[in-house]
């Protein structure tokens, strides 16, 4: 695939409007934790990258930027720091309205696809998780003669929230319209906003949008463009999560407990890169119990882990117990101490004693560096 003729613009569809508990106040969505070591960035950055796109367009909200640049760097885990590569992170305040854009949005975004000379762009969003073959994707595109092609992912009505948008799909796979939430089936077909769209017909789009008094996001027209370009639909058949709430991030991550669906993330036909750490293997005590439970490098476990993703470089002393959590990278659990039900970010310290417990509809979410000193249960 002839590399310069692909651009790809990542951002958030629900910036701004996803409840995350606490998660995303201190960071972008884009580099929230997920599965022990990885990043959910890396998921979008590594499917463009395994379709041989080297441009990249990255929208970010205005939070703790350091974070993106501390992970993503100069982009060479993902061969963004080629000389025919390019890379370009975009950090905008989000607005009062989440679906709405200023004027430095589209100068910006505008500015990156002139210059681009690209026939084709996809867009992806960081709320999305899947392994996608986007080549695939192009292909059939282009085998279309379309404007546009979509992608979409049928999952249960539980699973979409008020931001995702239901598409009405003809028996020609072309998008007819959409449907609203409660008029869904069951099992809804919802838009995974990821897009391949012929560049000049977007750039003329998005000037168009660019005149209005309230612009909005570039995924918000796109969805409102689909009926009229008559879309191409593209079924996703492999694992996605939705991640709109604290309850589906933490779902994704208790999905990678069953094998089926994390071999279907990471072990399909393209690997997923993130930032390689050479670090130590994790310690098991002799002592320490073990149940369902995945565990990233250099952590040392002397206590009880149950049913549980526990990240880099964290501790679980003797006689601790973790059951059915998320505990992210460099995170201390002290002796005795319990903890159950919860999302623990990055660099908490859990004193000795000190029970930490949510429920399985009610999750506790300790947020990042947060100071405890003593129990939480509720």
Same mark, same amino acid.
């Given at each position: 695939?002839?590399?310069?003729? +692909?651009?790809?613009?990542? #951002? ?9 508990? #606490? ?5 972008? @969505? ?7 070591? +990885?990043? /959910? ?38 061969? /963004? !720091? ?9 950090? @905008?305040?989000?607005?009062? %309205? &989440? ?9 910006? @975004? ?19 998780? &899947? ?14 003669? #379309?404007?546009?092609?979509? *992608? +979409? ?6 699973? $979409? ?21 409660? %008029? ?34 570039? &995924?918000? =027209? ?26 589906? +991030? ?14 279907? /993330? ?11 750490? !050479? ?21 040392? $476990? ?11 470089? &964290? ?15 460099? =995170? ?6 319990? *903890? ?21 509809? !009610?999750? /506790?979410?300790?947020?990042? #560096? ?5 129990? $939480?249960?509720?």
């Amino acid at each position: 695939m002839k590399i310069d003729k +692909y651009t790809a613009i990542l #951002g958030n569809v629900g910036a701004g409007c996803l409840d995350m508990g #606490g998660l995303t106040k201190e960071r972008p @969505l884009a580099t929230l934790p997920f599965d022990g070591k +990885y990043r /959910l960035i890396d998921f979008q950055l590594s499917s463009i990258a395994n379709s041989g796109i080297r441009s990249v367009y990255a929208i970010f909200s205005g939070k703790n930027v350091r974070s993106v640049f501390d992970h993503v760097r100069s982009g060479r885990v993902w061969g /963004l !720091n080629t000389l025919l590569s390019h890379y370009f992170p975009s950090f @905008l305040e989000d607005q009062e %309205d &989440c679906r709405m854009a200023d004027r430095e949005y589209y100068s910006q @975004l505008l500015t990156y696809l002139k210059t681009s000379g690209s026939d084709q762009t996809i867009y992806m969003p960081f709320d999305i998780l &899947c392994n996608i073959n986007l080549e695939q994707v192009i292909h059939v595109h282009n085998a279309s003669g #379309g404007k546009v092609t979509v *992608v +979409y992912k049928r999952l249960p009505k539980t699973q $979409i929230s008020e931001m995702n948008e239901i598409l009405q799909i003809d028996d020609t796979d072309t998008v007819a319209g959409k449907i609203s939430l409660s %008029d869904a089936p069951e099992i809804a077909p919802m838009n995974a906003d990821i897009y391949v769209v012929d560049t000049p017909w977007l750039i003329e789009k998005l000037e168009e949008e660019a005149k209005k008094e309230q612009m909005r996001k570039i &995924c918000f =027209v796109l969805r409102d463009l689909l009926a009229e370009a008559g879309a191409l639909a593209f079924e996703h058949s492999g694992y996605l999560a939705n991640i709109n709430s604290v309850q589906a +991030y933490y779902q994704a991550n208790m999905d990678m407990l069953d094998p089926q669906k994390f071999y279907a /993330l990471f072990y399909g036909n393209q690997k997923i890169y993130t930032k390689v750490k !050479n670090e130590e293997a994790t310690y098991f005590d002799a002592d320490s119990r073990i149940k369902n439970s995945q565990f990233a490098s250099g952590s040392i $476990i002397r206590g009880a882990v149950e049913h549980s993703v526990v990240g880099r470089n &964290c501790l679980v002393d003797e006689s601790a117990s973790v059951r059915w959590s998320v505990v992210s990278p460099k =995170v201390q659990i002290h002796k005795m101490a319990t *903890v159950e039900y919860a999302i623990i970010d990055k660099n908490v310290q859990i004193p000795e004693g000190v029970t930490l417990r949510g429920s399985a509809d !009610n999750l /506790l979410v300790i947020g990042k #560096g947060q100071e405890i000193t003593g129990d $939480i249960i509720q």
